[in-house]
């Protein structure tokens, strides 16, 4: 062979070897070496489906999730996990709706619905700047995904796109997403439920990935004391409860919180759900079973799913009155989360919090045959109100009235008005699930730690949608504006630094929010005074009847 041909053979060699080490980073995890896969074309290395408990399956469904024991073989971490079992959703079939909004509600529910899916799911992801070592010491965000604590995976959301902007932005951060159990499987109500002390394992889930990342997340290049908990509906929910519980202490696992479209919950005990855990027991066959709880730890997990999917979901007729959701249950919730505000029992970090202008809209789809006043008034007495006084009832109609210029999509005038009830109904589900609870939230903080406050109106001239709920996520996994604020506060406790429009402190004196709008000018300054009286009777009503 002759020189140059051995040289250029040394060289393939070489640029092989490169190739290889480049699509094969790996982390050392105790004594396993684990391989993620590179993605040049974001400048970013993944780690996907890493397992972060025991599988919750056989005899450890309906238990508190269980640590794994130190890593010891090596394994391939280059696909996600499957995303925990999904509760079937009702599909929203709604005549007339022009096919822009058909379109806009579709990939939203495409968004949340995540599969492949399977009962040992509990895995998480981690991607990080392609240049990223032990030595980096980078901020972390850590994504709780949304659907209604019913649906939801973390395949569905791509953290190479926002890791990518952060370090275009020169403020790197390395991002992680868990996956946790949803509907009964993760949220089961009941007395029995509460006896066992196996309430609210899905948050169980996420607090054990939280102290995952605290012990392994330095090996990626993370700093594990500069940790960011970040989500959106019902992963913003999770994050406000992981504020509230453990008497507001963070143990470590958290500096700061981002939540878009979730606050503290006003919710009742675990008790309260006492009808779903019945109905779970007498569909599964486990009525006539001593002990039903160990019985619905036996069953099938087809039969079990089946059974879940028959109960309402979020787009049922009963709609954002949730089946599955987190509870009072005397361990991870002690009290009403919004009692435990009042307390203060509430992590003292930064945080933002926010909203879509029209939050209720794609929820009001569900139960169009509303179209009276009686049939309305019933509603919110059935499904949010049914300890409440004829006196409360009476007031919440006034100050959500049928008069379709109030009503949501808001600001649309008379426009809108799919049914005679459907702006009425769309303007009280918003405040009630999101607008309401998070000014509750701002109004109880401000002054005690720092808070940012934000309301998103883009595509607000979306026949009958408006500026919908989850409309918001383009705004940071599309790699705009919010992209920059976000990175910017989880790098420095502070979203501003950027080039984006200064965004002040909230304050009660002066509660400016920022805005983000479609158009040429993209943010804006606004005060958080819309529905002042409506909103504030409707926190009073829910502080002291909680709905849910």
Not at 109 to 136: H, K, M, Q, W, Y
Not at 429 to 436: I, P, S
Not at 458 to 485: C, E, I, W
Not at 505 to 534: A, C, H, K, W
Request: charged content about 15%; overall charge negative.
């Amino acid at each position: 062979m002759s020189q140059i041909a051995l040289l250029l053979l040394l060289v393939g060699l070489a640029g092989a070897s490169l190739l290889r080490d480049r699509s094969c980073p790996t982390v050392t995890l105790d004594s396993a070496t684990v391989t993620g896969v590179s993605v040049p074309s974001k400048s970013v290395n993944e780690f996907l489906g890493i397992p972060f408990a025991q599988p919750p399956t056989g005899n450890l469904r309906f238990r508190l999730p269980q640590a794994l024991p130190p890593y010891n073989a090596s394994f391939s971490a280059t696909a996600y996990g499957p995303a925990c079992p999904q509760q079937a959703l009702t599909l929203l079939t709604v005549p007339g709706l022009p096919a822009e909004a058909l379109g806009n509600m579709t990939s939203t529910l495409n968004r949340v619905i995540a599969g492949p899916f399977a009962e040992d799911c509990l895995t998480l992801n981690v991607v990080a700047p392609a240049d990223a070592t032990p030595n980096s010491k980078l901020p972390v965000v850590v994504w709780i995904y949304g659907g209604g604590f019913e649906v939801g995976g973390t395949s569905k959301y791509d953290g190479g796109l926002l890791v990518n902007t952060s370090v275009s932005l020169d403020v790197p951060v390395i991002y992680v997403s868990m996956n946790y159990r949803l509907n009964a499987f993760g949220f089961l109500p009941g007395r029995e439920v509460k006896d066992a002390g196996v309430g609210n394992l899905g948050l169980h889930d996420q607090r054990l990935a939280l102290y995952w990342i605290q012990k392994y997340i330095g090996a990626f290049g993370g700093d594990p004391t500069k940790v960011t908990i970040w989500g959106e509906s019902a992963g913003a929910i999770s994050v406000a409860l992981h504020m509230v519980t453990n008497g507001g202490n963070p143990d470590g696992l958290f500096r700061a919180a981002f939540m878009q479209s979730g606050s503290p919950l006003p919710v009742g005990d675990i008790t309260h759900g006492q009808k779903y855990y019945d109905a779970l027991v007498c569909d599964t066959g486990c009525s006539n079973a001593s002990d039903t709880l160990q019985c619905l730890r036996d069953v099938p997990y087809e039969r079990l799913l089946d059974a879940v999917n028959k109960s309402p979901n979020v787009f049922s007729y009963q709609s954002l009155s949730l089946a599955w959701l987190p509870r009072v249950d005397g361990i991870f919730l002690t009290d009403s989360p919004q009692h435990l505000v009042q307390q203060g029992s509430v992590a003292n970090v930064p945080f933002v919090t926010g909203d879509c202008d029209d939050e209720g809209t794609i929820f009001s789809f569900s139960n169009l045959n509303i179209t009276t006043d009686t049939q309305f008034k019933e509603y919110i007495q059935t499904y949010w109100f049914p300890h409440a006084t004829p006196t409360t009832i009476e007031m919440i109609m006034r100050q959500y009235s049928d008069n379709t210029t109030y009503g949501s999509p808001f600001d649309t005038g008379g426009l809108n008005a799919l049914t005679p009830q459907f702006k009425r109904m769309a303007a009280f589900l918003g405040d009630a699930m999101f607008q309401a609870p998070r000014r509750f939230f701002l109004q109880n903080r401000w002054g005690k730690q720092a808070l940012w406050a934000y309301v998103s109106k883009r595509q607000k001239t979306l026949p009958f949608l408006g500026s919908y709920h989850a409309s918001d996520l383009a705004n940071v996994y599309g790699g705009q504006d919010m992209t920059s604020y976000l990175v910017q506060f989880v790098s420095n406790l502070n979203p501003n630094g950027g080039t984006e429009l200064y965004w002040p402190q909230y304050t009660i004196p002066n509660p400016q929010m920022l805005e983000f709008l479609d158009g040429s000018v993209r943010q804006g300054l606004t005060l958080d005074l819309y529905r002042v009286d409506p909103i504030a009777f409707l926190s009073y009503a829910m502080l002291v009847h909680p709905p849910l």
